[in-house]
Every structure is written in structure tokens, then in C-alpha cells.
């Protein structure tokens, strides 16, 4: 007698038919990820009830005031920086420290003077490149580099930006390598550093000058110390992922033949991981020159200070041309540090050290002699030009237009007919309802982990007391992230598929991606006035490039086999997009929107200069009016808003993303 059996499948937590339980093991459940057309299916019936309950806002009862209790530890410092032992025994030593080795290091630059530093910059270069002809092209781009901010008349500001650069990279890569090293080792280090970093990343800069500035005051400690800290993640999080990538094959090895841990450390470990680690301090690099506009609010000086008085009088050529002089630098460190990993550990040899070392020696000597400032008739002046092309602009597309009206008409129709209504509809709509809406939205692209950090994250905002300011911020972020979306993936497909779209955009988002984000903000100040239109479109503008690099590599990444099979049977470029690219390629795609979320909430801030308003003004105020309670606490909240959108944009069984890359 036959038996019909109709297969099913087995979902998750299930056991197959016929399976039984060896003794004595304990049966264990999984939860279940929903399906998509169910959660679909609940958030159409809740949203609408819950907007027709209305009531929205959080509850009184559940929010708890920490404002006057930081503002009392302000107070509390302020009246005993002087005389407390901690600030004259410790701090004070740290704030000194500080000053003197970046005073120290400006000093060096300047002695050397610009034929000397410039000698020295591409000794180095080409060293790092191997002291041979592979160590030419670094070399010419670390003199064209440095020579180019002397052109363009800001060589002073330049040897200011350098020496806390330069500073700030050795302690940050110094800690980063003793906290890597403990990561890399414990595994319980590591779990303690992960949320930590992960915090330090998404935390607002601004809101680390805000204790810094009540403990040192305004100047270098603040901007160093705030420099370091933005730094040190990417050089703890590559040092760590080096040392735990190591061959195990090699590590047992090595203690096959006798030798301690701590010999396995200097001998294997730390040389397998010499690609992580010169990748960390590239990265490190590049985030410590993102911050030096930001640590020119507290009088770091510099090219920053150059930027933000920019940003102030709306002066676009003097901002612009001192940003492209930070691009310059990036450019030329970058270069110098990827030649070094290049090289790949090759020895470059006495004679190509002897070399280097009487190059440097020669040029710091004649540059000694010569004098330290860059001559003044070998300068060109491009900020003019680009004011008047600004200005041609702005008098062209700002108001009068035909048809279209100007921009100052499609600012004020975006706000009235996209931000005020997704802020009111935010506002309207019960806490309770965006905390499962939140919940759901996390579910569909990651995990109940990922859904139940969301809703503690965004119910850490309302207990806070900054709940509507926070909806009025997330509306701003969500428009800013879509419109990225938009143009990114538009943009992306088409680097994606036409190689020659890709190499033309490369070097246009190496510079977009450099420039400080005050930069663009000058421009859409001009054009559309200061407000929420002008911080959305920066931020939009800043976070574009890494969302267009993200997508178009995510998309060449898909099978070119599967792309073969559907031409063959007979799709068109659109359906291969939309049915083959689109559908594997989601991951990456989830990446870019992650990628986009934390690169907008890094503009948030800068946005409440020029009028964004909510979390961003209030972090800017209590930076510029001492007052702490109030800037932390909407530091805090950006913080969690950032938690919160990541865990929303994080695909299942991805670890959280290292910050904006620059």
C-alpha cells in the first residue's frame, strides 16, 4: 500500500517529520521573522486607526528633565576650574600638553619654511612608495599638493591645519592601536568597544566640544582632543578586524615552534595585519581633516577658521578655495599612505633610505635659510571669479524666472507642500504608533535584535523630553536621505553600466567627498536662503557620493551568468535592472541607504547654523551659549535618532557600519 506525502517547508524553530529530540537535549525556539505582505497588511490598518485616535506627543508622566542637572554640573565646573585638584593636577597638565606639542610642531613647519617642508613631504612620498619608480608618482603628488595651497595663498593656514593634523593622527593612531590590540585579543574587550564606537561614530562632533570647551575652554586642547576622538574608531576597528583575520595556520605555526604569545604578536600577527593597519591609518587620516572646520568653532585656526568665517559672511570663493586647499592635503596624505600599503612591507634598502634621509636633510636646511613664508607673487587669487560666478547665478536663478519662478519659489513651495505636512503628519500621529511603525520598518530588512534596539532608541528620545523636536528633525533627515536615494540610485545604475559615467564621476566624488561639509552649505544659503530647504540640500549633496559608489558596486557585483540568461531570454536593460541587478544587488543597496542615513545625520548639526532648527540648533546653541544641558541632551538625541534609522537600513546579518568615509 502506497503512502501520498505532500512536501512543505519547514519553517524556522520546526522539526522535520519524523524527527525526535536526543536525550537529554534541551529544545530551543527561534523566533520568526514576519513575512513582508503581513507586516504590510498590519501597518495599513494601524497607521490609519492611529491617526483617526490622534493624541499624539509623549506622555508627560514618561519623560524625565536632565537639562537642569547638567546645566548644575556646568556650574559646578566653571566655579571650581581653578582650585580643583583634578583640574590642577590633571587636566591642567593635559590642557598644556596639548597646546605646546601642536605650538611645537607649528613651529618645526615654519623654521623648516616652505621649500623645506615641501623637500621633506616628498622625501617621504617617495620613500613610502619604495625610493624607486614606483615611489615617483606619490612624490610628484605630494609636491604638486602642497605647492598648490602655497598658490593658492593660504600657506599660513596650511602649516596651522598640518601641525594639529599631524598631532592629532599620532595619538589617535597610538590609542587606536593599544585599543585594537585589546579587541583583537579579548574577546570581551571587543564586545565592550563595539557599542562604544558605534556611539562615537553616530555622536554628533559638536557635541564633543561641548564638555571639552566647559572643561579647556575655547582653543587647541578642545579642537585636539575633539580631533582625537572623531579619529580613533576607524584605527580601532582595523587594527582589531587585522589581528583577529590572521592565519590560523601561521599562528600555529609559530607556536609549534616555541614562542611566547607576545612573540607571536611582533612576529605574525601584527605583520599579517599590516593591510588593515596602514587602511586604519588612512582612515584615521581622513577623518581628523574632516573635523579641522569644525574644530575652527573653538579656535583651532587654520584653514577651518578660513572656512567657517566663509560660511559667516557667505563669501563662497574664500570657502571654497580654503576647502580645496584641505582637499589638496587630503589628496597628498592619502596618496602617501596608500603607496605605503602598496609596497606591500618590501625593504626599500640603505642606499634608497640614504637617499630620503640627505633629500629631507638638504631641503629643510635650504628652506631654513630661505625663509619660511610662501612668496606673495607666486599666489593666484580664484576666490573673486567664483564669487562672480556665484553671484551671476544666484541673480539668475533666485527669483523672476520664467516659468519655472526661481528658487526661492520652489524653497518655499517644497516646505509648504513636502516638509510641513510630513512634520505635521509625524507630529499627529501617537508615539506609540511610530514606535511599532519603527519596529515593523526594522523587521522587514533585519532582525528582532535590530527592531528592539529601533524602538529603545527612539523611546530613549521621548523619555529625554525632546520628542517633537526630534519628529521635526527625523521629517527633515527622511526628505534629505529620499531625495539622496533618488538621484544615488539613478546615478548608480548608470555608473553601473556605462564605464565611461564611472570614471568621469571618480574624481568628482574623491573632491565632494573631502570637501568639508560647510562648503556646501554657502552656495544653497544664496540660493534658497537660509532654512530647512538650505540644510537639506547639503546634506543631500554631501551624502550623494558614497550612496552612487556604493549602488554601482553592488551592482557590478551581480552575476554576470545571471545577466547573460536573462538577455537570452529576451529581456530588455530596464527589465535586467528591475528584475536580475535589482533583486541581488539588495544588500548593497540596504548598505547605501545606511551609508545615506549617517551621512545626512552628520550634516543635522551643521544644518541648525543656517536655519534647520530642532536637534541641530539646539546642540549649535548650547556649543555658542554654554549652554551644556541643553546641547547634550539633543546631542544625545541625534545620537539615538542615528541608532535608530541605522537599525531601519541594516540588512539581517550585517554588523554595523563603520562611520561617514571620507
Known sequence: MSTVTTSRPIVDGERPPGHTDAPGRRR?????????????????????????????????????????????????????RETHPVFLYFLLHLSNAATDSVAWVHDLLTAAGWAGVLTAATALAWYAGGAGRRGAGPALIALGSLAGCGFLGLWEQATETLALMLVSVVVAVVLGLLLG??????????????????????????AYLLPL?????????????????????????????????????????????????????????????????????????????SMVVIASVVGAGGLGESVYQA???????????AGLAIVLIAVWLDRTTAAAGARGGVPVGRRGTGLVLVAAG???????????????????????????????????????????GGTSVWAGNFTSWVLNPLNNGLQA???????????????????????????????????????????????????????????GFAIGILAARVRTVERLLRPVFDAMQTLPQFIYLIPVVQLFNAGRVAAITAAAVYALPA??????????????????????????????????????????LLVAANQGVVLVLAVVV????????????????????????????????IVCLGLALDKLTQPAGRPALTHHSH
Open 429 to 487: 500621529l501617537p508615539w506609540w504608533s511610530l514606535l511599532l511603525l519603527a519596529a515593523a520598518v526594522a523587521l522587514l530588512v533585519g532582525t528582532w535584535r535590530g527592531a528592539s534596539t529601533a524602538v529603545l532608541a527612539l523611546s530613549c528620545i521621548g523619555v529625554l523630553g525632546i520628542w517633537d523636536k526630534a519628529l521635526y528633525t527625523l521629517s527633515q533627515v527622511l526628505v534629505a536621505v529620499a531625495l539622496t536615494l533618488l538621484l
Open 547 to 588: 550612496v552612487v559608489r556604493v549602488t554601482t558596486q553592488g551592482l557590478k557585483q551581480v552575476s554576470p551568468a545571471a545577466l547573460e540568461v536573462s538577455r537570452s531570454l529576451g529581456a530588455t536593460t530596464w527589465q535586467q535592472i528591475r528584475d536580475v541587478q535589482w533583486p541581488l544587488a539588495r544588500p548593497a
Open 606 to 637: 551643521i544644518g541648525g547654523l543656517v536655519g534647520g532648527g530642532a536637534l541641530g540648533f539646539d546642540v549649535v546653541k548650547g556649543l555658542t551659549a554654554g549652554e551644556l544641558g541643553t546641547g547634550l541632551i539633543a546631542g544625545a538625541g
Open 28 to 80: 530551543t525556539r527561534r523566533l520568526v521573522r514576519p513575512s513582508t505582505p503581513m507586516v504590510l497588511l498590519a501597518l495599513a490598518l494601524l497607521l490609519p486607526t492611529a491617526a483617526l485616535l490622534g493624541g499624539g506627543g509623549w506622555p508627560q508622566a514618561l519623560r524625565v528633565d536632565l537639562v537642569p542637572a547638567l546645566d548644575s554640573f556646568a556650574d559646578w565646573v566653571v566655579d571650581n
Open 181 to 206: 590590540l585589546a579587541g583583537g585579543l579579548s574577546d570581551t574587550a571587543q564586545r565592550i568597544l563595539r557599542p562604544v564606537l558605534d556611539t562615537m561614530q553616530v555622536l554628533p562632533s559638536f
Open 213 to 289: 570647551v566647559l572643561i579647556f575652554g575655547i582653543g587647541t586642547p578642545s579642537a585636539l582632543i575633539t580631533t582625537v576622538i572623531y579619529a580613533m574608531p576607524p584605527m580601532v576597528r582595523m587594527t582589531t578586524l587585522g589581528l583577529r583575520g590572521a592565519d590560523p595556520a601561521v599562528l600555529e605555526a609559530s607556536r609549534s615552534l616555541g614562542s611566547t604569545s607576545w612573540q607571536r604578536l611582533w612576529t605574525a600577527r601584527l605583520p599579517m595585519a599590516r593591510p588593515q593597519l596602514l587602511l586604519g591609518l588612512n582612515q584615521t587620516i581622513m577623518m581628523a581633516l
Open 311 to 321: 560660511l559667516k559672511t557667505r563669501d563662497f570663493g574664500q570657502g571654497l578655495t
Open 362 to 404: 638638504g631641503g629643510l636646511l635650504a628652506g631654513s635659510s630661505a625663509g619660511g613664508e610662501w612668496p606673495e607673487a607666486v599666489t593666484v587669487d580664484i576666490a573673486a571669479p567664483l564669487n562672480t560666478v556665484v553671484d551671476w547665478l544666484v541673480g539668475n536663478l533666485y527669483q523672476d524666472v520664467p516659468v519655472l
